[in-house]
């Protein structure tokens, strides 16, 4: 079984940045693609970014891309997301989830595990 545990949500300005933190454990990490999505109240489930099992191929949602960057360590089963020039409409609670597979997607019914969320919340 596969836990994700994310960490480094908060309260932060517009303009401001987080780092989002997202620890593995009970599976091999470096063999499976990692991804971000998060979820506003009343809205739907997104995708935010996505990561390829080695890391060297990135995905980004439009409305993130250049300001977020998600990253993975696999010696220490983490993966990141850093979080700039943040916006009000950054606010939601920022899941992490695990494909059981090398390459990413960008849909979410293709990854097998999720984590229980971490809030963002970005003030104007």
């Known amino acids: 079984q596969v836990q994700l545990v994310e960490t480094g949500g908060g309260l932060v300005q517009a303009g401001g940045s987080l780092r989002l933190s997202c620890a593995a454990s009970?599976?091999?990490?470096?063999?499976?693609?990692m991804a971000w999505f998060r979820q506003a109240p009343g809205k739907e489930r997104e995708f935010v970014a996505a990561?390829?099992?080695?890391?060297?191929?990135?995905y980004y949602a439009d409305s993130v891309k250049g300001r977020f960057t998600i990253s993975r360590d696999n010696a220490k089963n983490t993966v990141y997301l850093q979080m700039n020039s943040l916006k009000p409409e950054d606010t939601a609670v920022y899941h992490c989830a695990l494909r059981s597979n090398r390459w990413a997607s960008i849909t979410a019914d293709d990854y097998d595990y999720w984590g229980q969320g971490t809030q963002v919340t970005v003030s104007s």
């Open positions: 990561i390829n099992w080695g890391g060297g191929s990135t």
């Open positions: 009970g599976r091999t990490f470096s063999s499976y693609a």
